[in-house]
């Protein structure tokens, strides 16, 4: 522990502005150094992009001090060195995404030496819809008795292009103080309006340069700025009573907010980027306000729409209802909710500051439990912090007060065991990702306080009363500070020291009631859809004697089921308690068609979790909550697929394919989008290969089953075994259904597509017949109807299946899931099947294969003959031969039988 006091005359260990710095022994004495060298393209899209990144290694005792300012293109002499003989060792980089996740954000394609650059070449393949975190990592080599450290890196995003204009407004803000504006997707990219000019950067405020509208937008007013917000895509500025908005091509345009009274006031964007729920959908979420006007733009809407402020709800509480003016907007961690402050007026005549809760999905307000007495009017201003609770803090320029889990009070500054008030006006608080915040007071002294702790410590900002600064939080929870020199028109940013200034704050108090807390939650958010579950690990390490735990809070935890439990490993000198969090669907088939028909009865929505420890103070080290997202819901990108037999991935002669239907094909009463109103005419239609794949062959007298699979993206998640039904795209005849719904098992007569277009009185089968009206023909009604219909319900565990009879040729089916237990998601999808071997074409294949058989009969019985002739001819040939043998025996015989005669009468 060091003692650290500035080195001035009266100056001692007593002073206020003493610190005391921990210093720890580590045997990592170097970290990693990452600098992007150069991207495939300028803007992001909304796909991936290759990105090539230098990396080497950096001793901040020897660096540079582009290095140390993390500013340096290339490495400095000494890091080369460094660099090199750690290459000759074996060391190797890698570099993958920091926080865990099910969505790979960075993929390494692959890393390389340069020996001419003494660094490594890393390309990597970069999600740029947001902000990348970064992990260097290396292997554990040892140089000079020191190893390199993992290093944490952000990749900044830039979102827009060039934003160039011939004519052009300068802007400059309405307040005297600097204020700055934050990305919610990337932090480097920021706004600094000062009373002089407003600054843009898109690299952390490595580079900045002045922002300009249009004065065809403007129409040439003064450009003075009354507030700005980005969204994902989108900066909004409020600037002479216009809100005008720069797309991410760098072109600007006027936005008319219909229905309009009085000016402008304000306007607020999401301050944290969420990609679950409808934030997922490009994060566009923006709030417009007027003195007693609120204008809320969604996600999935185009434009401003105004909102009705709860004036009956509040007067129902007691409050007058007259008018209710707004004071500020703030964005909770839910991602479907939306907080209003206004002021309200008692029965009594008091006035008194209430933060309104506004759901985005429902339309619904809520009103809090308590309300915050102010005894002022002044400039109020809502703060929502990083937790699964709506927990804020509501302030004017003295007083801040908090509305946490655990009660409601006015912050107090912690000193030793003492607390006492904020004596100076307050300038600014942020919020971290972590549920911790920072006071930032005029005279640029700061407080730093978190979620569920009813004081702030003070920090020593190291700035001096007079310089203009304002702060913000990175993704990684970092504090940067920008300091803003008017003169030299220059922003500069620096890393804030907040763990060692916090655990300089709180000395000799340096104990924490847990030695680890981690977890395994996902930074990205879950999905989860009907019928499945998650499951969540906690764990909290903490000295055995003490008492700690886990604790978990849950937002909308009435659309899951839960099951906490935890095991509890004790030892001499720790304990560890290891929680598992279940969630799963709970939902029933009434409640899902309710769902489906646009009840009001809701299953579906945000859940919001958040695990921390149960006993924290300032002295803990880390992050000491997470807050995560689970969307209730259709997940993105989920959809169904036909499986298709093996061998059917190619099938080029299909590309522009046309075939002909005749118009005995066609239903006359056939409602469909295909060819309504054609069934008088024959029409050709051309095969869509690239959204129907290859046909499916099935045999004309076979009988024919789909067999459907669930994908998200193109991840196989499982085979749908839920019921379907389908339909002709271009309204054919010619097949049906080999079962009867009695065969079918049916205890109530089936419905039936065409019973569905008559009864629904639509015009497409998809939206006549769906989840939404469904009912199984296995649930018993009385009368049960007739059963001896074609059962037209699908499955794979059912016995219907698709006949087709005499029909040939292409039928392209649309096929629909029925079943709303299957899915939140509106099952859909087309294929095609080729029916080939009618019952022609099978007669014809009879008298091919009779002709083949004749012949081949034919070539057997000359076979037959002729081994039957040689073998008859090969008897008789071996019996003239004997003959002429034994002819040829008795000569020899005789001839000698005549000489021996004749040698006896010579005797």
Known sequence: MYVVYPDVAGAGTSDDNTLHVQVLDSPSCYRWYLIPANRTAD?????????????????????????????????????????????????????????????QH????????????????????????????????????????????????????????????????????????????????????????TSTEVLFTQDSFLTTEALIIPDDVLQSCSGEVQGAAFTASSLYVIACNSLCRMAQNGTWERVIVQGVSGGLVGLKARERHSRVGRAQVDDECLAVWTSTQLFVKSSSESSLELTSLPTTQLGASGYSNNTVPILDVSFPSDPEELGVL?????????????????????????????????????????????????????????????????????????????????????????????????????????????????????????????????????????????????????????????????????????SCPYHRFSHGIDVDGYYIDVGEELKIWAMILYPSGSYNNVEVLVRNGHLLQQNFSSEILPSSLYTTENMTLHFSSNVTFEMLQAENSGSSYGTTGIVTVEVRPKQTLYSCRGSVNMVTSISVGCPPNRHIRVRRPFGTEECSSYQNYIYTLSPDMYDPTYKGEGCQGCAGNSTEVTYDLDNLGCPIDVF???????????????????????????????????????????????????????????AGNVSSPGDAWGPQNYQPCSTPCDPPGSLSGQHEVLSSSGVSALKFGSSKGIFVFHLKVLDPECSYCVLQTQFAVRVYGSPRESLDLYVYLAVLAFIVGTVIVLALTYYMYYKLMAGEHEKVLQEWTNKESDEQEGKESEEEEVKKEEE
Not at 117 to 130: F, P, Q, R, Y
Request: glycine share 6%; with cysteine.
């Open 43 to 103: 803007v992001p899209d909304k796909s991936g992009e290759t990105w090539l990144l230098h990396v080497w290694i950096v001793d901040d005792r020897h660096a540079s001090l582009s290095e140390l300012n993390n500013t340096a293109q290339e490495p400095s002499e000494y890091s080369a060195q460094l660099t090199e003989l750690s290459w000759r060792k074996k060391q190797h980089p890698e570099v993958r995404q920091l926080y865990n996740s099910h969505v």
């Open 106 to 193: 960075v993929l390494s394609k692959g890393t390389a030496y340069s020996r001419n650059s003494s660094l490594w070449e890393v390309v990597m393949e970069v999600d740029n819809s947001a902000e990348q975190a970064l992990l260097v990592s290396g292997r554990p080599v040892m140089l000079d008795n020191c190893f390199v450290r993992d290093t944490q890196v952000l990749l900044h995003q830039p979102q827009f292009t060039d934003r160039t204009v011939s004519s052009s407004v300068s802007l400059k803000g309405s307040a005297t103080a600097p204020v700055l504006v934050k990305s919610p997707v990337s932090s480097g990219v920021a706004l600094l309006i």
């Open 342 to 510: 206004v002021q309200v007026l008692t029965a009594e005549g008091d006035n008194k500051v209430l933060p309104l809760l506004y759901d985005l999905s429902t339309t619904v307000w809520s009103l809090p439990e308590f309300t915050m007495q102010h005894s002022s009017a002044g400039n109020f201003s809502l703060l929502y912090l990083a937790s699964a609770m709506p927990e804020a803090l509501v302030w004017d320029p003295t007083n801040v007060t908090y509305s946490f889990s655990n009660g409601t009070g006015t912050l107090q500054v912690l000193k030793g065991n003492m607390t006492s008030n904020l004596v100076e006006s307050i300038q600014e608080i942020i919020a971290g990702p972590n549920g911790d915040f920072v006071i930032h007071l005029t005279s640029n002294k700061l407080y730093y306080g978190r979620v569920d702790i009813e004081n702030v410590v003070e920090l020593s900002p190291g700035e001096l009363p007079e310089a203009e600064v304002v702060l913000f939080f990175d993704v990684l929870g970092r504090l940067q500070l920008v300091n803003y020199d008017s003169t030299a028109s220059l922003a500069t940013v620096r890393l804030f020291p907040l763990q060692a200034e916090v655990y300089s704050s709180m000395y000799p108090v340096t």
């Open 700 to 758: 004309y007298s076979d009988h024919f089953r789909p067999t459907v699979d669930l994908y998200d993206g193109d991840k196989f998640v499982r085979e749908v075994t839920e019921d379907f039904f389908v339909w002709e795209a271009h309204g054919r005849t010619g097949y049906g259904y080999n079962a009867t719904m009695q065969q079918a098992g049916c205890a109530c007569e089936a419905q039936t597509l065409a019973a569905m277009l008559t």
